[in-house]
Structure formats: structure tokens, C-alpha cells
């Protein structure tokens, strides 16, 4: 089992860019959640997702973020424009049934610079 | 929202030494689960405690929850140097799936 796959690890990129994250859940699992990490507000959720459906997505800051799952076993979060104050580390995370979803299955992140 | 709040946010301790680690919450919730996060890297899933439960042991961990006082308490015993990382105490609540993560504590053991 590969665990949840994150792309890139690292994104350095200029205001008003756009910036997309992506992430790859573990095999069966059919929720997945989308977390952003700072210092100052320590580990928020941003959006989830069960059986590709979002459910959730009070966690958005803005409408500049916006997140896809068109499949089972890929997701998107799309941040446009970007801002210097979306810089933080973005972490996906799945779970599964067979673990009651109880327990959260996290990628490495992507650490995202916005200058 | 954070729904945990931990304590202390950093604590230091020699290898071979026990760690504390507290969780304050603020609403009802299903469970209490707590997660380690390496330096750089995702966060990894330790132990869960149902409400219904008071105590549980993993291994060298042993957790324990007070729903009346709406708090947790991780204990890490003989500690060692690869433990050192940050505990997140996190709370299921009413929203199926969903988890509310604590601020954390920063462990580091000195070898």
C-alpha cells in the first residue's frame, strides 16, 4: 500500500499565480479530506469528500479555493489567484470504511510558498 | 474552529523519561484520537479512545479520557530520541468523518 500520494512536495510561486495540489487517496478509501497547516492556525479543514461527493467545504477560505475529485482515486485543490497569506503547508487525507473513518491516512504535503 | 486545545505546547525530557500530554475539548464528541507528525512529514495515526472509555494502552502509550472534565491525557513511557515530534489530540464529533485537530505538542527527547 503506496499510503496517500501528494504532488508536488514543494510549490514556490508568485502572487496571482494559480496553484493546484494534487492528491492520490489510498485504494478503497471513499472519504477524503483536504487540510491546510500553519503555524498561526495549526491544522484546519479545508474541505471533504465522500465517494467523490463534497460534503463539507465550510473550511474554504475564499472563493479563490476550489477542490475537484472527478474520480475515486484523485483530487484536486485549485487556489487562483494565490496570495502570500495562502502560504502554509496543504496536506490531503483519506479514510475508510473499513476503519469505521474513524482513523485519517495523511500524504507527506505540499509546502506552499506564495511570494 | 480548533476544538482541541493541548498542553503544554512544548515540552523537553531525557530519553528514558515519561511524557505528558494534555487535550482540552469542547463539544460532545464520538472519540479522541491522537496523532504524531514527524518533522516535514504527514501525520500518523497513534491511538483512539471511544467516549465510552476511560483508559486505553498501545504499546508504550497509554491514553486516557474524561468526558465530564472534557479532557485527554497522552502518556508516552520511556521515552526515546525517535519520539520526538509533535502529538495532536484530535475529536470526532457529530459530523461523520470529520476530525477537529488540536494545536499540538512539541516533544523533544534528549538523548
Known amino acids: 500500500d503506496a499510503g496517500v500520494i501528494q504532488s508536488p512536495r514543494h510549490e514556490v510561486t508568485e502572487m496571482g499565480q494559480e496553484v493546484t495540489l494534487r492528491c492520490k487517496p489510498i485504494?478503497?478509501?471513499?472519504?477524503l479530506f483536504w487540510y491546510r497547516q500553519t503555524m498561526m492556525r495549526g491544522l484546519e479543514l479545508l474541505i471533504y469528500?465522500?465517494?467523490?461527493?463534497?460534503?463539507?467545504d465550510s473550511g474554504m477560505p475564499e472563493d479563490r479555493f476550489s477542490a475537484k475529485m472527478p474520480n475515486a482515486s484523485f483530487s484536486t485543490l485549485k487556489i487562483q489567484p494565490s496570495e502570500p497569506r495562502d502560504s502554509a503547508v496543504y496536506f490531503c487525507?483519506?479514510?475508510?470504511?473499513?476503519?469505521?473513518?474513524?482513523?485519517?491516512?495523511f500524504g507527506s504535503g505540499t509546502q506552499l510558498s506564495v511570494l | 474552529s480548533q476544538q482541541g486545545e493541548e498542553d503544554p505546547q512544548a515540552l523537553s525530557i531525557q530519553e528514558g523519561e515519561n511524557a505528558t500530554m494534555n487535550c482540552s475539548y469542547k463539544?460532545?464528541?464520538?472519540?479522541l484520537q491522537w496523532y504524531r507528525q514527524n518533522s516535514g512529514r504527514g501525520l500518523v495515526h497513534l491511538i483512539l479512545?471511544?467516549?465510552?472509555?476511560r483508559e486505553k494502552h498501545s504499546g508504550r502509550l497509554r491514553v486516557t479520557l474524561d468526558t465530564s472534565k472534557k479532557s485527554s491525557s497522552l502518556l508516552i513511557t520511556a521515552s526515546r530520541a525517535a519520539d520526538t515530534a509533535s502529538y495532536f489530540c484530535?475529536?470526532?464529533?457529530?459530523?461523520?468523518?470529520?476530525?477537529?485537530f488540536g494545536q499540538g505538542t512539541i516533544l523533544t527527547v534528549h538523548p
Open positions: 469528500f465522500n465517494n467523490n461527493v463534497p460534503i463539507d
Open positions: 487525507a483519506s479514510s475508510s470504511l473499513r476503519d469505521r473513518h474513524e482513523k485519517l491516512f
Open positions: 463539544t460532545s464528541i464520538n472519540n
Open positions: 479512545i471511544r467516549s465510552n472509555e
Open positions: 484530535a475529536t470526532l464529533g457529530t459530523s461523520y468523518g470529520k476530525l477537529t
Open positions: 485504494s478503497g478509501h471513499d472519504y
